[in-house]
């Protein structure tokens, strides 16, 4: 399996995995297959397949259905081929060595992509550790409860979507309040990979950009003569009481928003047959974020969420001057149902969103007049 004679070459692996994505595009688990078997054929290995293959596609599909052109269905048909032949490469992860070292991997509650998750659990079960892969969607109190009763050395903990951050900081805690604060915290996932200084804001202290990197990491860390304890991590300072009260408030804060942007019968031309749940939805995720970047203080989430937002939703019929009024019409709602205190430590992030979305649709307006004056000379 680590003859890697060839595997190593860019130029092979770049066209073994531009050849996946194709099939990929098409749906096609067959192709998928062929292109696997091409790999394997000339001595590609397991891990090579791994993070030169199953992982740069993953990010690519992201991507597609981002600018609109992966479907949702396309998205779960990639993820499940993906998902499959992992589970047929398995075998080739056969344990090297072994080591006296238990690690638990899973991803946080009501995170469902466990690709990456499960990637860096075959790493390790590769190096000889003992693993325990528990999946997507695991809630807090059940993770902490098998890492107890398994004396775990070491837990792996995935979050791919950004809105998912504060579970990871939640874990911690729970982590805390069953005596097991000296046990380390390994995070992954995109947020991670695009901002690496997000653990200094969380009850966690290390990552790793890919599973290779995780395994590297993690043997690092127990060269070491001492283990990471309770006193060692950054402590989080944030308004426990703003966050908590917001909260509770946030259903009536997304109802009430979405009744004033519903008056606005304008703004909903484009929005299909059922505008009401296009704005809950929008405004669900927004009230998520604002959140998370409330508990990590980091308004460098919501820029990255805001461009995000702006590329995909004037595909669902969301035009970005209708955001920025929506921004503003949520401030409104949160002066009038929270306390004036907390309001305003709330209003200081969507604040922040209104100024940045007002640049964006002002450099949208410069860059049709710059089109416009292009055309007409």
């Known amino acids: 399996m680590k003859d890697q004679s060839q595997s190593n070459h860019p130029n092979h692996l770049i066209s073994l995995q531009s050849a996946y994505l194709e099939a990929m595009c098409h749906g096609s688990g067959r192709a998928a297959d062929k292109v696997l078997q091409q790999a ?25 259905w981002q600018s609109n052109r992966f479907s949702v269905a396309q998205e779960h048909l990639a993820t499940a081929i993906i998902e499959r032949q992992m589970g047929e490469m398995h075998p080739l992860f056969r344990p090297q060595q072994h080591r006296t070292r238990t690690i638990v991997i899973g991803c946080v509650p009501n995170e469902q992509h466990r690709v990456g998750a499960r990637m860096v659990a075959d790493f390790f079960e590769e190096d000889g550790w003992d693993v325990h892969y528990l999946g997507a969607a695991v809630p807090i109190l059940s993770f902490v ?11 792996g903990i995935s979050a791919q979507m950004v809105y998912h951050l504060p579970a990871i900081t939640e ?60 006193s060692t991590r950054p402590q989080l300072a944030t308004s426990e009481e703003t966050i908590a009260i917001f909260r ?16 606005h019968s304008h703004e909903l031309t484009r929005l299909g047959d059922q505008p009401e749940q296009v704005l809950m939805g929008g405004f669900e995720f927004m009230s998520r974020m604002l959140e998370t970047a ?48 907390h309001a305003r430590v709330v209003n200081q992030y969507v604040s922040w969103l209104i100024t940045r979305q007002q640049e964006l649709v002002d450099q949208i307006e410069t860059n049709k007049s710059e089109n416009a004056f292009t055309t007409e000379t």
Do not use: C
């Open 40 to 64: 394997l054929d000339v001595n590609t290995a397991a891990d090579d397949i791994y993070l030169s293959i199953f992982q740069p596609t993953a990010y690519a599909i992201g991507r597609l």
């Open 145 to 155: 409860g098998i890492v107890k009763e398994l004396q775990a050395d070491l837990i």
């Open 248 to 263: 509770k408030a946030r259903l009536w804060i997304i109802n009430a928003s979405v009744e004033r942007s519903l008056e």
């Open 171 to 230: 874990f911690a805690r729970s982590l805390d309040m069953h005596g097991l604060s000296h046990i380390p915290v390994m995070v992954g996932g995109m947020p991670f990979i695009e901002q690496p200084e997000l653990t200094g804001t969380l009850n966690v202290r290390y990552s790793a950009a890919d599973a290779r990197k995780a395994v590297h990491v993690a043997n690092q860390l127990f060269s070491q003569p001492h283990r990471i304890t309770q």
């Open 294 to 341: 409330m508990l990590l203080q980091n308004t460098a989430l919501l820029d990255e969420q805001l461009i995000w937002g702006n590329q995909r939703q004037p595909h669902d019929g969301v035009d970005p001057a209708h955001i920025l009024h929506r921004f503003k019409l949520y401030a409104e709602v949160v002066d009038e149902i929270l306390p004036s205190p």
